[in-house]
């Protein structure tokens, strides 16, 4: 079956650091790839996509790469704000049975201190 | 896109009640899913809301205990049976497959529920 797997949080960075969050996936289709992010007491907000290898994702600052060679799509940001943090969500949607099944990681939640 | 709203926002129930939430999207999206979240961890599927027929649950899930309606295709609902405190969660609706989406989620806030 399909699967995600994220690091472990939580991610403790000051701000204007660099971020990173990996991310690797098994997928017995071609899957578009995502990352949500939910903020404190929110619902989960798709942040970035990517549907095709090599394809790169990107929404206010924080870039993801589709990687088929290594099966991966990590999270990036060149400097991060104390608004940046929350809980992030790396997923796929595969195609089975004429139906699109997501899967999601397990989530890593980012602490930025000013 | 889509905009998702679920009611109630939350709610304190007592054991061995049931509690109904409602999905409501401002479009009409093709897959309507539901999600259990225990505070600071993942999301569980619990299964997927079917227009018209039966929904699809997953492993650890049975329609007696979380019984589903998906009567159209821009609402659904998710009633939680005979509940115990065990049941205390944040309950996730969410829709995909709009026009012109790569199947991306779209999720209302949450109803989080506290049985005691």
């Known amino acids: 079956g399909n699967s995600v797997t994220q690091m472990e949080g939580p991610v403790t960075l000051s701000e204007e650091a660099f971020l990173t969050i990996n991310c690797t996936y098994t997928?017995?289709?071609?899957?578009?790839l995502f990352w949500y992010v939910q903020y404190p007491g929110e619902g989960l907000q798709l942040l970035l996509k990517a549907t095709k290898a090599d394809d790169k994702g990107s929404n206010k600052g924080f870039e993801a790469t589709y990687r088929k060679e290594t099966t991966s799509f990590h999270l990036e940001k060149g400097s991060v704000q104390v608004s940046d943090s929350a809980v992030y969500f790396c997923?796929?949607?595969?195609?089975?049975?004429?139906?699109?099944?997501?899967?999601f990681g397990r989530g890593t939640s980012l602490i930025v201190h000013p | 896109s889509a905009v998702i709203s679920q009611k109630p926002s939350r709610d304190i129930c007592q054991r061995g009640t049931s509690l109904t939430i409602q999905c409501q999207v401002d479009s009409q999206v093709t897959m309507m899913f539901w999600y259990r979240q225990q505070p600071g961890q993942s999301l569980t599927l619990i299964a997927t809301a079917n227009q018209g027929s039966e929904a699809t649950y997953e492993s650890g899930f049975v329609i007696d205990k979380f019984p589903i309606s998906r009567p159209n295709l821009t609402f659904s609902t998710l009633t939680v049976s005979n509940m115990s405190p065990e049941d205390s969660s944040i309950y996730l609706c969410?829709?995909?497959?709009?026009?012109?989406?790569?199947?991306?989620?779209?999720f209302g806030p949450g109803t989080r529920l506290t049985v005691l």
């Open positions: 969410s829709g995909s497959g709009t026009s012109g989406t790569y199947n991306e989620q779209f």
């Open positions: 997928a017995t289709g071609y899957p578009s």
């Open positions: 997923a796929l949607s595969d195609q089975a049975g004429g139906s699109y099944i997501p899967t």
